[in-house]
């Protein structure tokens, strides 16, 4: 009989203090106080970035991961983790338009790849899975933030986890459907350094004949921070999500962005002001609008290619006058004839709202998805002045 374990080590390559879990755990801080590597047996693992069961979700099927890229992880922070019960290998889960299994229903019972385009929703507002389990993606093609549901009911998006009801994908729980969610997802994050022959299932996938690589894993992310200006002093490169970057350097006051777009934030755990680059060079903080030489965590922009749509509210909640918006506004109220939006909905893209006109002062990211109230996107005020759509050149 198999036994279903997963070990953590706190090293890479299975090197340093480990842990060996046998079922759920809502806190393992106690055991390791990173997570570099690990090694599962016998089922599928959920790990949770933070306690309780909170936080990012990686789904793991059984194999070997001498470091945390080949879980396509931000980064070495494992604080939680379930086993993976009744995997039957049948998908049977009803989607519902609005909350309490409200609304227009539509049935899945396979992997789908686009759910706009089968059913022509974005959103999903309650769900119930019959059998499974399944993983929901943020956007098509198994891509953005993902969601791990079980048998069950769940009346509202906040039940799977999801701060937005978006939906753009689906995912139905085997062993080859997890190896190929990595490999979408690491052509999201644009992770170059995966070594999948230390994975079996992939090996026993492209047996079958056939899984190759898209060229985008070849394109890496990057952005290096320096100290000093003009691209001096002590230096860090980065190509992930980084929730705490002080340990790597104590100021920045040049950066260079090789590819990809970034969110930098002021503070530790992606709070503060944000500053949004893209490709370029950057010789000191006033480059980027930056207020100080402090930057403590930063993050890749996701979907920032092909279309850009946005709609403007006048209220919250999506009501009062509405406008729709496809490219950079260098002055809202030359457009609209308000100083304020107190609700919008990002339907393609990402963008940037600007708290003056011709792009300057506060600047805040959004990514698609609903944003009710000003303060989902962490403003302390309503008034826009400027919309700039995030594009790498």
């Known amino acids: 009989m198999t036994t279903e374990s997963i070990v953590f080590y706190e090293d890479r390559n299975f090197q340093g203090r480990s842990y060996e879990c046998k079922g759920d755990t809502s806190d393992l801080h106690s055991f390791v106080s990173r997570c570099n590597s690990a090694r599962v047996k016998g089922s599928f693992w959920v790990l949770y970035e933070r306690p309780n069961y909170m936080g990012y979700q990686y789904i793991l099927a059984p194999g070997e991961y001498p470091d945390y890229h080949h879980w396509i992880g931000f980064n070495d922070c494992v604080r939680s983790c379930r086993l993976v019960r009744h995997v039957t290998g049948h998908l049977k889960l009803k989607l519902f338009e609005k909350p309490n299994f409200d609304g227009q229903t539509w049935e899945v019972t396979e992997s789908t790849p686009s759910i706009q385009e089968r059913f022509l929703c974005r959103e999903v507002h309650s769900c119930k899975v019959h059998e499974g389990p399944c993983v929901l993606f943020e956007h098509a093609n198994y891509r953005g933030r993902q969601y791990f549901l079980e048998k069950g009911e769940y009346r509202r998006h906040t039940e799977w986890g999801a701060m937005h009801p978006t939906v753009g994908s689906v995912r139905q729980i085997t062993s080859d459907s997890i190896q190929i969610t990595m490999i979408c997802l ?150 609209f004839r308000h100083r304020e939006i107190q609700s919008c909905n990002v339907l393609d893209g990402a963008w940037v709202f600007f708290e003056h006109p011709n792009y300057r002062g506060h600047q805040y990211l959004l990514e698609r998805g609903e944003y009710r109230r000003f303060s989902d996107w962490n403003a302390m005020q309503p008034t826009v002045g400027s919309l700039r759509r995030v594009q790498e050149f």
């Open 186 to 335: 690491a052509e999201q994050l644009n992770v170059k350094h995966i070594n999948l022959a230390h994975c079996p299932i992939y090996t026993q996938h492209t047996a079958k004949g056939g899984i190759k690589l898209s060229q985008n894993m070849d394109r890496m992310g990057k952005i290096v921070f320096y100290e000093d200006r003009n691209f001096q002093g002590r230096s860090f490169e980065c190509s992930m999500d980084c929730p705490e970057l002080s340990s790597h350097f104590s100021r920045c006051n040049s950066i260079r962005v090789e590819s990809g777009a970034w969110v930098l934030h002021e503070r530790p755990k992606f709070m503060g002001s944000q500053y949004i680059l893209t490709r370029g060079e950057y010789p000191d903080y006033q480059r980027w609008m930056g207020y100080n030489d402090s930057i403590r965590s930063c993050r890749m922009v996701r979907n920032h290619t092909g279309i850009f749509r946005i709609r403007l509210y006048e209220r919250p909640d999506f009501q009062g006058q509405i406008i729709e918006c496809s490219e950079d506004w260098p002055s809202l109220f030359d457009r």
